[in-house]
């Protein structure tokens, strides 16, 4: 079984993303590892940095939260450590975006909520990335934060699950 760890993200009022990290057993004793590792890092280099803090790229970059009291060059280190991270475990990675001026030029934009149709685009190349994998780890388990329409997200991954989505693909 494979665990498919998914997040969005809006770039201004351009863009809207989804990305998809599958990982295997392997893959994510690597990254814990890893992540464990550059924790330690910055609480090495920083008095008063939780290691437990969430690895959150908005908070890391933004330096909010748990990030406030990390200098902007120490955020940088624990960011690249994340990347060496993630490209050396055997995990994949998938990623889809919507151009949202061009969703919105299209006729049917309103009944095609640019969340969904994301998400719906990428779950069906995580999809699509399972069915080469060996038949014993094609089952995948998708994993979620909460977004800010939570309940609603919730209620999508459940229909894309028990039904068809909405989509161009």
């Known amino acids: 079984m ?20 599958i990982v295997d057993a392997a893959a994510l004793r690597t990254i814990e590892d890893g992540l464990d590792a550059a924790a330690t890092d910055v609480a090495r280099s920083v008095p008063g940095f939780d290691p437990e803090t969430e690895f959150h790229a908005v908070e890391m970059f933004h330096g909010k939260s748990g990030w406030g009291c990390v200098p902007p060059q120490v955020r940088v280190r624990a960011c690249m450590s994340t990347a060496t991270v993630l490209a050396r475990s055997t995990a994949s990675f998938v990623f889809r975006g919507i151009d949202l001026r061009a969703h919105r030029a299209h006729p ?23 069915e080469g994998a060996d038949p014993s780890e094609q089952l995948g388990l998708v994993l979620a934060d909460d977004h800010h329409a ?11 699950k028990t039904g068809v989505s909405s989509g161009w693909t």
Do not use: M, Q
């Not at 494979?2 to 990290?21: H, N, Q, T, V």
């Open 2 to 21: 494979r665990l498919i760890f998914i997040d969005e993200s809006a770039r201004d009022d351009r863009y809207y993303f989804f990305g998809a990290l």
């Open 108 to 130: 049917v934009a309103d009944a095609r909520p640019v969340h969904l149709l994301t998400l719906a685009h990428v779950l069906e190349a995580v999809d699509e990335h399972l």
């Open 150 to 160: 939570a309940d609603g997200a919730r209620r999508s991954l459940r229909d894309v």
